[in-house]
């Protein structure tokens, strides 16, 4: 049986049997109460190891040939490299051996080079389907069975996608031009709703040529939900030492000294870089400026982050690991955790074991540890 048609019968088994293999004693109640890790081991052992044993020599083919992708030809260049050093030191006079022998090394080299070229365009097309295959089955054996243990009122899709709009709203990435997104969650934790997804960012930019390009600007994690009051301005909290967008605006100094090292506070800066980005006038700029260092922008600021939002903010620093980017917008909280890398992916480099679960355990429970630390659910304000 080919690796193609081994993942696509696997796949097609788990789809059919998927509501069957998951275990009805360890999911959740759907009331906001999150299954404890440890209840999740039986299934792992029951369940996801042995469908994923019988997917280990495609998981190692589908490895040999992205190493063989990766690292194909500089291998070759090396072992060329190593080849011509070797006889240009046996000669004695290595110099003298190049230049004798210079045609012989690229007529060795080119077509060498050419035939791996070849080889590792195959390897890389040959693995492309294989790989979307094993990824897609991995979602739908460990994926989605454990964000429903989770909790079942919450939807996940993992090719859906949050709209532009709400990322743009955010006022977190800055001048954005296109963003995509996939593994979509949205749900109720008590009165709170919330969105998020594993989200990239795409930015202007330009290349040698000025030719107009968009870049990566941001890849992540991105969560907003409802903050239950309607601010005036917009809050941007990010940290001191990571520059997601420029930070010209003057800081509201806040009463934590360990966040004001650690954050950087900013009033109504996205006006700014709007103002800046749409090629407006200087008094139009100057104008935009005013509301980042207003007294009345200021004491808003100073009233949702009081002592123990700070403190929230913090602990989900040291619970997450990820410094995160928040903002304050209207009556939403948005939050950005810049990972650098795409989550909830399957990883062919190692078989799976408990610690994939676990890793994704703790992605899906930072939506909660969000809300609760920051008291989300806790309406001491009331929409206007």
Request: charged content about 25%.
């Amino acid at each position: 049986m080919t690796m193609n048609s081994t993942i696509n019968q696997l796949l097609e088994e788990t789809l059919e049997q998927r509501n069957v293999s998951e275990s009805e004693s360890i999911q959740s109640d759907g009331n906001n109460t999150l299954t404890p890790l440890e209840n999740l081991r039986g299934y792992f052992d029951s369940a996801i190891k042995p469908q994923f044993e019988k997917l280990e020599s495609v998981r190692k083919r589908i490895s040999r040939r992205r190493k063989l992708v990766s690292f194909g030809i500089l291998v070759v260049i090396g072992i060329i490299i190593l080849i011509v050093l070797t006889l240009g030191l046996l000669s004695g006079d290595i110099e003298a051996w190049l230049d004798e022998n210079i045609f012989i090394v690229i007529g060795a080299t080119l077509p060498t080079l050419m035939i791996f070229g070849v080889t590792t365009l195959f390897a890389s097309r040959s693995i492309r389907e294989p790989l979307d295959k094993y990824r897609e089955v991995y979602k739908e054996i460990v994926v989605r069975p454990v964000f429903k243990m989770l909790n079942t009122n919450w939807n996940y899709d993992p090719k859906g996608t949050i709209s532009m709009d709400a990322v743009k709203n955010s006022h977190i990435f800055g001048p954005i031009v296109d963003i995509s997104c996939d593994d979509y969650m949205s749900g109720k934790i008590g009165k709170t709703d919330f969105e998020c997804c594993d989200l990239v960012t795409y930015g202007k930019a330009y290349n040698e040529h000025n030719e107009e390009i968009k870049r990566e600007s941001f890849r992540g994690f991105f969560l907003h939900a409802d903050f239950n009051k309607k601010l005036n301005g917009t809050i941007l909290v990010k940290p001191a030492e990571i520059v997601l967008i420029d930070g010209g605006s003057p800081r509201v100094k806040m009463e934590n000294p360990e966040f004001d090292k650690k954050f950087e506070v900013h009033t109504n800066m996205h006006k700014v870089m709007d103002a800046v980005s749409g090629g407006i006038s200087i008094s139009q700029l100057i104008e935009a400026a005013k509301g980042m260092s207003s007294t009345e922008n200021h004491t808003e600021a100073r009233y949702v982050l009081t002592p123990r939002m700070m403190e929230a903010i913090l602990n989900i620093e040291k619970s997450i690991g990820y410094r995160p980017v928040i903002s304050f917008t209207e009556n939403r909280v948005n939050f950005g955790f810049l990972t650098g890398k795409e989550l909830f992916e399957a990883n062919t480099n190692k078989p799976i074991s408990f610690n994939d679960i676990e890793e994704i355990y703790n992605l899906f429970t930072l939506i909660e540890v969000v809300i609760n630390e920051m008291d989300l659910n806790t309406r001491i304000w009331t929409k206007e």
